[in-house]
Each structure stands twice: as C-alpha cells, then as structure tokens.
C-alpha cells in the first residue's frame, strides 16, 4: 500500500515539473533529446535513491536544481571535449609543420638535384653532356675535342636528355628545378651550378 502511494505521489511529481524542467534544461543546452534525457535522468535518481523526496513539498526545488546542475556538467563536459579536440587539431598541425620542414631539410638542394641527375648518365654521356650545357661548346667544338663525329655527339646528348627527362618523371621535384633542368635541356648555352 505504502509502495502504491509513493508511485503515486512520484507520478504526480512527474506530471506537474517535467515539461518545466525540460524547459530549464533546453535553455543550458539548446538541444530537446538531451534535455529531456537529463531530466529523465534526474527523476530516475529521485525514484532510485531519493524517495524520501517524493512526498515533500520542497521537492521541486531539488529536482530544479538537479536539472541545472546536470546541464553545467554535460556544458564542461562539451567544452572539454572541444578543448580537448582543439588541442588534437593543433597538435596534428604542429606535427605537419614538424614533418613538412624535415622533408624540406631532406630534400635534395638544386646543386645536388643536378648532381644525381648528372650520376644516372653513363660517363661518355656526361661527359658530352657536360661540355655542351655547362661549358659552352658547340657540338663541333666536342667532337673535335673528343675525336668523334658531330653525329656521336647528337646521339649523346639525346640520350642524356632522354635519362633526364626520365629522372625528372621518377622523383618528385619540385618544379622550380624542373625549371632550371629544362632550360638547361632546351638551351645550348652555359649552365653554372
């Protein structure tokens, strides 16, 4: 019977305070489910450890302040998640500055670039690769040099620009060397490294 009149009186506790207590809580947090959920929750905890309250007169000041209460602590909750997110974003910021600057210091320079690219031609290819881009010469100047044909020399140096070309595509240059490689490809005239 005491079971029966206390169920009763929690009834109408709830029918009298939950669409103003789902008011107050709408107003902290500006989102229906959650209110209605964090008021539920409140009168869950009064039928579950408080039913001494059930009866009191004063008990919808409690219920009040439990709901406020309720909404402050899924706010901080809420902020601290946003915090706590807004630090992994600026962590994962730092960490790609971290990871762009040492590959930038890993990076070949442009000296080095046209090194390697000088290193994949076969020596008599460098060579007249060499003396036709980096020191001027005519390709008649390089074939009396070397004692070979004219036609050696164009072969060579189509080869070499070939290998470059290829070595360009292979790796991921940036494309100011890119630059600085074509024109020393496309222009017969002296290169300084």
């Known amino acids: 019977m005491k079971e029966r009149i206390l169920y009763d009186s929690f009834r109408k506790l709830f029918e009298k ?6 008011s107050l809580a709408y107003n902290y947090l500006k989102d ?3 209110s209605k959920d964090i008021v539920q929750e409140v ?4 039928w579950e450890k408080k039913k001494d309250l059930v009866q009191e007169s004063n008990a919808h000041y409690y219920l009040f302040t439990a709901v406020k209460n309720n909404c402050i602590d899924v706010l901080r909750k809420h902020k601290y998640t946003l915090s706590l997110s807004d630090d992994a974003v600026a962590n994962k910021v730092a960490d790609e500055e971290t990871d762009t600057i ?6 070949p320079t442009t000296q080095e670039f046209i090194q390697k690219a000088l290193d994949e031609l076969p020596p008599k290819c460098r060579v007249i690769f060499m003396m036709s881009r980096l020191d001027a010469m005519t390709y ?4 009396d040099k070397l004692e070979i044909s004219v036609k050696t020399v164009e072969n060579q140096m189509g080869k ?9 595509k292979r790796h991921d240059i940036p494309t100011i060397l890119i630059l600085i490689v074509k024109s020393m490809l496309k222009e017969n005239r002296g290169f300084l490294i």
Request: with cysteine; aromatic share 10%; proline share 0%.
């Open 17 to 22: 305070h939950y669409a103003e207590l789902c």
């Open 32 to 34: 229906t489910e959650r």
């Open 43 to 46: 009168f869950i905890k009064v």
């Open 102 to 107: 040492e590959k930038k210091q890993n990076e």
């Open 140 to 143: 008649q100047q390089i074939a």
């Open 160 to 168: 070499a620009i070939r290998i470059m070309r290829e070595y360009i």
